[in-house]
């Protein structure tokens, strides 16, 4: 209590002086956990992937049964259509290396309960129950570690499909009140929990679902030991009712930096996690790179979605996209990683980054300015400026300083169009240290020599 009070009083105060609320952000992790989250902080980049029997008719994952949009049976049926006939897991491991992703999450098992590996606690899985009659996640497991990505495995820890699992639909309920069913499926969880994490020992787990029980029905405290018991650097998110390492806000970008000091947004590309051959909502790599160097700039990452067909080609408008987002990283990698969260959009107009020593700022342009952009309150002196994957120097001025009082001036960067991205410039800035910003109200002129 006295800690969350805590927290309430520095918000009132940072909200009170008009302080950035990044400042506020909870960042008080061990030294052990700090070691385990290292490469997920620099990853930046991350592309989940959702594939399942729903790609065969390109209907809602789960939901579309749970919500009865379509009768359960009619959904289960698409197993039959599910072939991965075209599943070469290394061509989907080249594109999403080529895209700067740094790590790759596979579903492995969904809400409908259709296991995509070969599963001995339960019936249902890609290899008893689809004409695919083969595991799925292996090959993906070692196309992921051959191409040098960290493996992420999604896990769906609620299952309306099992038998001793208590709701099946909104409307359907199995049983309420029935511990020796509930003990079956807990322990049903931890066999195949145990399978994935013995055979593949992934280096992240994404879990999903459990808003419909409590951390003590879920052994919540038992599932992260029993991961760790062999596999101790995992790291785990925060859908396992407070047990996890980092947080997972879903679609919409935050508006303020979340107070844990590690997260990850993630965001479909259309608006479908799963293949929907209706769906061509498709956002423009322009605005998935703005989606994404607001991230940057809040020191998250985004794990960024794709849907594979039932067989197992990726959608063209998905490719391009990752091709793009390709392009744009490599070019600008400097920007990327390893950096971490910029300064307050008081002093810049914009996204914006830091390099790990803090003495150089990046600058995102997703738009094609006007006149030359500024920056205020830096109160550092610039060495030098200049286009990030270009390496061109620019002229800047610094506007508004005077002799007399120590509020620094305005700089201002000139940014040629002829030096623009396509999509987003990025403007590197070298200070003489560490970045220093004035947060103040302004000086009265009291004296003038």
């Known amino acids: 209590m006295k800690k969350k009070l805590m927290w309430m009083c520095l918000a009132v105060m940072a909200l009170s002086l008009n302080l950035p609320t990044q400042a506020i952000a909870k960042e008080k992790v061990s030294k052990k956990t700090e070691r385990r989250m290292e490469w997920f902080s620099q990853a930046k980049l991350g592309v989940f992937i959702h594939w399942g029997i729903y790609a065969v008719n390109g209907v809602s994952e789960s939901w579309s049964f749970f919500n009865k949009y379509l009768p359960y049976e009619e959904y289960m049926k698409q197993a039959e259509g599910f072939t991965a ?97 509930w003990k079956k499926f807990v322990k ?54 407070g047990y996890g390492d980092y947080a997972t806000p879903e679609q919409g970008v935050p508006i303020v930096r979340p107070e844990d000091k590690y997260w990850e947004l993630c965001m479909t590309m259309n608006d479908s996690w799963g293949f929907q051959p209706t769906d061509h909502n498709y956002k423009t790599p322009y605005m998935l790179l703005c989606t994404f160097v607001d991230c940057l700039s809040m020191g998250g990452n985004l794990l960024l979605d794709i849907g594979p067909k039932e067989d197992g080609t990726i959608p063209e408008e998905q490719v391009a996209i990752l091709k793009e987002f390709g392009r744009w990283i490599n070019k600008h990698k400097e920007a990327v990683y390893p950096t971490r969260a910029g300064i307050s959009r008081i002093h810049f107009q914009g996204y914006s980054t830091l390099n790990q020593a803090g003495d150089i700022l990046y600058l995102y342009l997703p738009y094609r300015p006007n006149g030359p952009i500024e920056v205020k309150g830096l109160e550092n002196t610039v060495k030098r400026a200049w286009v990030v994957g270009n390496g061109t120097e620019l002229s800047f001025k610094v506007h508004n300083k005077k002799t007399w009082n120590k509020i620094p001036g305005n700089l201002y960067i000139e940014v040629p169009k002829n030096l623009q991205d396509e999509q987003i410039t990025v403007i590197g800035i070298q200070l003489d240290g560490p970045v220093r910003l004035y947060e103040g109200e302004g000086q009265v002129i009291s004296n003038n020599e």
């Open 85 to 181: 006939s075209n599943y070469h897991p290394a061509e989907w491991l080249d594109l999403i290396q080529k895209s700067g992703a740094r790590y790759a999450v596979l579903t492995t098992k969904h809400h409908d309960g259709v296991a995509l590996w070969d599963t001995k606690v339960g019936d249902l899985s890609t290899v008893k129950s689809t004409p695919a009659k083969r595991d799925l996640v292996g090959p993906f497991a070692e196309e992921v570690r051959k191409h040098g990505l960290k493996l992420g495995f999604y896990y769906s820890l609620l299952d309306w499909s099992h038998p001793d699992y208590p709701n099946k639909t909104r409307t359907e309920v199995r049983y309420k009140d029935d511990p020796s069913r």
């Open 188 to 241: 049903f969880n931890f066999g195949q929990l145990r399978e994935l994490n013995e055979t593949w020992k992934p280096d992240l787990y994404w879990f999903d679902g459990d808003w419909e029980q409590s951390a003590k029905a879920w052994n919540s405290k038992g599932i992260i030991k029993l991961l760790r018991s062999g596999n101790p650097n995992v790291i785990v998110n925060s859908r396992i009712q």
